[in-house]
């Protein structure tokens, strides 16, 4: 069982950055993959990224590639996601969650996941 609580949202200006943490609990930590989703009011969950348990491997899809990173502290049972350059498309709900490190490939749609945060907000001003 891992329970996964995230912070660190809040407003910010577009241009500007915020760092997200997501702190775990559970022993077994450095063997998931762990991954950020977002929710728009009125939109599906998308991905946002995912850092691999045995390669530190990240993914991005390409409306984050370049300006959102994603990083791991396993001494610390932490995810972090360093957003930079914020949209006001970037506005959402903020989820981390974990999946079983089965593969080496991380998954990138939210089915692939068994654990989930409660979320953190994140809105971008114009």
């Known amino acids: 069982q891992v329970q996964l609580v995230e912070s660190g949202g809040g407003l910010v200006q577009a241009g500007g950055s915020l760092r997200l943490s997501c702190a775990a609990s559970?022993?077994?930590?450095?063997?998931?993959?762990m991954g950020w989703f977002r929710q728009a009011p009125g939109k599906e969950r998308e991905f946002v990224g995912v850092?691999?348990?045995?390669?530190?491997?990240?993914k991005y899809p390409d409306s984050v590639k370049g300006r959102f990173t994603i990083s791991r502290d396993n001494a610390k049972n932490a995810v972090y996601l360093q957003m930079n350059s914020l949209k006001p498309e970037d506005t959402a709900v903020y989820y981390c969650?974990?999946?079983?490190?089965?593969?080496?490939?991380?998954?990138?749609?939210?089915?692939?996941?068994?654990?989930w945060g409660q979320g953190t907000q994140v809105t971008v001003s114009s």
């Open positions: 969650a974990a999946a079983r490190g089965y593969s080496n490939s991380p998954p990138m749609g939210s089915p692939g996941y068994d654990y």
């Open positions: 559970g022993r077994t930590f450095s063997t998931y993959h």
């Open positions: 850092i691999s348990w045995s390669t530190d491997h990240t």
